[in-house]
């Protein structure tokens, strides 16, 4: 499996402002990813965003949603296919923790 932390350069897009270029250098990735991927492996039944904020109340939300891509792409968490209704009225995505027993060599089984 891959490690927390993503490079700043995949945070900001080219044609960001500076400030997010500014940000993305200012933030430590790896903590961030640790946090957001601790608190989804306490919904054994996976969470929405919503749940994760709750949980994380001095995190603002725009610090917690994007650590979702990164978490996703090296295989931390799945996207369950399920979707529950948030405050704002919106469904959103479930997300869960991939569990021992789906992974083969840090890939997911054909399963999911």
Known sequence: ???????????????????SHDAAESLDSAAM?????????????GCIADEIERALPHV???????????????????????????????NQRVVRVIKPEEQSDGLLTKNH
């Open 33 to 45: 990813e640790r946090l957001v991927y601790e608190t989804i492996a306490r919904f054994p039944n």
């Open 60 to 90: 603002r939300s725009h610090s917690i949603t994007p650590r979702f891509a990164p978490l996703l792409r090296k295989g931390f968490i799945i996207d369950t296919g399920e979707r529950r209704l948030a405050s704002s009225g919106r």
């Open 1 to 19: 499996m891959s490690t927390f932390g993503t490079t700043p350069s995949m945070m900001a897009r080219t044609e960001d402002p500076d400030t």
